[in-house]
T-cell receptor
Framework: GENVEQHPSTLSVQEGDSAVIKCTYS??????FPWYKQELGKGPQLIID?????GEKKDQRIAVTLNKTAKHFSLHITETQPEDSAVYFC?????????FGTGTRLTIIP | DAGITQSPRHKVTETGTPVTLRCHQT?????MYWYRQDPGHGLRLIHY???????DKGEVSDGYSVSRSKTEDFLLTLESATSSQTSVYFC??????????????FGPGTRLTVL
């Protein structure tokens, strides 16, 4: 089955700096790659998603890039703010099944 | 929260007892999912349903069963709970994201502790 690896597991950045989280996947049949943000005590919430026929997508301060050949995709957060502190998960989908990475705990230092 | 509620939100039980977790949705979504979340493992799919009485296994289905007798409710049962099933359980539905893609939206979670 699909295997998704996510790095780093923890990340601390100064407020206003950029943060980058990277994921790799194994199944070339994966065609959809969402990113989720999870705050303490809550369920994961979708923040951005990309399909396999697109290389990059941006939504305000958040962007995702996808390299199908290398089977990796990344989340970029610019101008980080304290409210960006959370756990972030990448995922890859084949048919109905989402496979998640193990998560990155992002801490924004004021 | 896409109209998803989970009950109970917290439960402590003993090894060997049966446990049922309930997921309820109010928006008539066809697909529903159960995940467990554990440190170092992210979220892992237990079972999912693609309609009333239609279910399929995920990657960690051993020790779990599910039932869906009506569209709005998806039940997860641990027939005989074990300590390895201590986890946070999330229900999800398939909806449409702001981008127009089919995507999963998650409920608030149930924290289960098996002593």
């Amino acid at each position: 089955g699909e295997n998704v690896e996510q790095h780093p597991s923890t990340l601390s950045v100064q407020e206003g700096d950029s943060a980058v989280i990277k994921c790799t996947y194994s199944d070339s049949a994966s065609n959809y790659f969402p990113w989720y943000k999870q705050e303490l005590g809550k369920g994961p919430q979708l923040i951005i998603d990309i399909r396999s026929n697109v290389g990059e997508k941006k939504d305000q301060r958040i962007a995702v890039t996808l390299n199908k050949t290398a089977k990796h995709f990344s989340l970029h957060i610019t101008e980080t703010q304290p409210e960006d502190s959370a756990v972030y998960f990448c995922a890859a989908r084949v048919a109905e099944k989402l496979t998640f990475g193990t998560g990155t705990r992002l801490t924004i230092i004021p | 929260d896409a109209g998803i509620t989970q009950s109970p939100r917290h439960k402590v039980t003993e090894t060997g007892t049966p446990v049922t977790l309930r997921c309820h949705q109010t928006e008539n979504h066809r697909y529903m999912y159960w995940y467990r979340q554990d440190p170092g493992h992210g979220l892992r799919l237990i079972h999912y349903s693609y309609g009333v009485k239609d279910t399929d296994k995920g990657e960690v289905s051993d020790g779990y069963s599910v039932s869906r007798s009506k569209t709005e409710d998806f039940l997860l049962t641990l027939e005989s709970a074990t300590s390895s099933q201590t986890s946070v359980y999330f229900c999800a539905i398939r909806g449409v994201s702001a981008s127009g893609f089919n995507e999963q939206f998650f409920g608030p979670g149930t924290r289960l502790t098996v002593l």
